[in-house]
């Protein structure tokens, strides 16, 4: 990775954690990892952006409710970038594309939830807007559903993404320079 890279966090929010009957896949895992690459990404002062999801008022993601709030383990701190979306995509009527711009940012490293929505669709629309793409594949997840298990939707996932859009990774292998 080189100073045109972003560490982006996608959707890592209190309410994907909320349901204890369909809890995050390996959740603790993933803050983990996401915590990891938050704090190497800090030392190599490569930029770190939150994509937060953002829906109505009525909603539980409705900004400022407490579902909508980044989970406390890897909650921003002065100087990262918050960017509202309200698709999957974390660049459709968002700010994003001009961030990264306004940066010099060519590469980015990918993680959060959901892999087969926000994490799938944000990673293709980065590909065709021509970035290098690195999805880290112990820092992305997502829940069972029927009829497939949650391990099932990533390994398909990964796989598609990684023959086609992305560098699919461990969060031992990114290397923050």
Not at 16 to 35: H, R, W
Not at 50 to 60: A, F, G, L, M, N
Not at 83 to 110: D, M, R
Request: with cysteine; net charge negative; glycine share 6%.
């Amino acid at each position: 990775m080189n100073k045109s890279t972003a560490l982006l966090v996608i959707d890592v929010q209190m309410d994907m954690f909320s349901d204890p009957d369909s809890p995050v896949y390996k959740g603790a895992e993933l803050l983990t990892n996401i915590k990891k690459l938050i704090e190497r990404a800090r030392i190599a002062n490569v930029p770190i952006i939150y994509v937060q999801h953002t829906e109505s008022d009525d909603k539980p993601m409705g900004k400022g409710k407490p579902g909508w709030e980044i989970h406390p383990e890897i909650a921003p701190s002065e100087g990262d970038i918050t960017v509202l979306k309200e698709t999957p995509s974390s660049f459709y009527k968002t700010n994003l594309q001009e961030v990264l711009l306004s940066k010099g940012i060519t590469e980015l490293i990918i993680t959060g939830l959901q892999t087969e929505c926000c994490i799938d669709t944000s990673i293709r629309h980065a590909f065709f807007l021509g970035y290098e793409v690195v999805l880290v594949k112990d820092a992305n997840s997502t829940y069972d559903i029927a009829p497939l298990t949650a391990p099932q939707i990533i390994q398909h996932h990964h796989r598609i993404i990684g023959n086609w859009f992305a560098k699919v990774l461990s969060t031992d292998e990114i290397e923050f320079e």
